[in-house]
């Protein structure tokens, strides 16, 4: 499967931005998805995931201001960030992972900067 992030931004604390993935190349329905941020010097970590089934999860940080969901048809993924704060600035690549595998696929990332 291949993912192309798109979305990032500059945008001011307070504000919104609405990432998207758009998968092709495999059947997008079967893939458990999530949204990952990498922060200049840190490790990459998983901010929102979203299962084949619908289930989400999110890091304690982003709970209550980001939402994740999914198109299956439009085989595209999403991630609905408001509030933002500085400390979410980063690069946010989207992630699809295969559930028996385990294996994963990985978009190129788009960045989003929150000025103070």
């Known amino acids: 499967v291949q993912l192309q992030a798109s979305g990032g931004g500059l945008v001011q604390a307070g504000g919104s931005l609405k990432l998207s993935c758009v998968a092709s190349g495999s059947i997008f329905s079967g893939f458990d998805m999530g949204w990952y941020r990498q922060a200049p010097g840190k490790k990459r970590e998983l901010v929102a995931g979203?299962?084949?089934?619908?289930?989400?999860n999110y890091v304690d940080s982003a709970k209550g201001r980001f939402t994740i969901s999914r198109d299956n048809a439009q085989n595209t993924m999403y991630l609905q960030m408001n509030s933002l704060k500085p400390e979410d600035t980063g690069v946010y690549y989207c992630?699809?992972?295969?559930?028996?595998?385990?294996?994963?696929?990985w978009g190129q990332g788009t960045q989003v900067t929150v000025s103070s």
């Open positions: 992630n699809a992972r295969w559930p028996s595998s385990k294996r994963d696929y």
């Open positions: 979203i299962t084949t089934g619908g289930s989400t």
